[in-house]
């Protein structure tokens, strides 16, 4: 079982449309990350938020807590938001944190 | 500085050999971390340093792969007898004890042949 799962894997849209990419994990968290993966393979880190929402321009990242769910939300899509979107969560070990990933969601946005 | 840098950025290696890859991380960063990713997966957590010791171990990290950090900055992942099992990419990130986010490197691809 993951402890993170992503939905949904794969996402084709049109320029322009409203995209959302969901989030579920299974265990307490401190804070969930949105990671973005472009196909060179280097990941930068979209967002880190513990509660509520967070917007940076047309990205908005969602988390209920109580629900163990967060929504990527990417208003007005355009073709370079095409990527691999990443949940991940950070969880304590004894040592230190140790993130756990989701799978992706391999997004194609088609001008 | 930069960002997180990993070299080399993609290596090409015969079923047997050794290959050594590097992460230099953000300089303040103390905390430093080994991922694989396999097409399709999201990445996997091989082993975690706190300055230069090594805290944790995933199981993924065989006998056949050891990671150092010697002075607690730049770490290194080696790989012997290289397997096609292995062909993955690679990637590192590092964190600060004192303030929330990751930064990731641009990943070492591995493709053995």
């Known amino acids: 079982k993951n402890e993170v799962e992503q939905s949904p894997q794969n996402l084709t849209a049109q320029e322009g449309e409203f995209i959302t990419i969901n989030c579920s994990y299974s265990?307490?968290?401190?804070?969930l990350h949105w990671l973005q993966q472009h196909p060179g393979g280097g990941i930068v880190s979209l967002f880190m938020?513990?509660?509520g929402k967070k917007k940076h321009g047309r990205l908005i990242a969602t988390i209920n807590i109580q629900e163990k769910h967060s929504s990527l939300h990417i208003t007005a899509s355009h073709p370079r938001d095409s990527a691999v979107h990443i949940c991940?969560?950070?969880?304590?070990?004894?040592?230190?944190?140790?993130?756990?990933f989701g799978t992706g969601t391999s997004l194609t946005v088609i001008p | 500085d930069t960002g997180v840098s990993q070299d080399p950025r993609h290596k090409i290696t015969k079923r047997g050999q050794n290959v050594t890859f590097r992460c230099d991380p953000i300089?303040?960063?103390?905390?430093l971390y080994w991922y694989r990713q396999t097409l399709g997966q999201g990445p996997e957590f091989l082993t975690y340093?706190?300055?230069?010791?090594?805290?944790?171990k995933s199981r993924l990290l065989s006998d056949r792969f050891s990671a150092e950090r010697p002075k607690g900055s730049f770490s290194t992942l080696e790989i012997q007898r290289t397997e096609q099992g292995d062909s993955a990419m690679y990637l590192c990130?590092?964190?600060?004890?004192?303030?929330?986010?990751?930064?990731f490197g641009s990943g070492t691809r591995l493709t053995v042949v």
């Open positions: 265990v307490g968290i401190s804070a």
């Open positions: 991940a969560v950070p969880l304590p070990t004894n040592t230190g944190n140790q993130f756990y």
């Open positions: 938020l513990s509660s």
């Open positions: 300089s303040e960063h103390n905390r």
């Open positions: 990130a590092s964190t600060s004890m004192d303030a929330p986010g990751y930064t």
């Open positions: 340093f706190q300055n230069e010791a090594q805290l944790e």
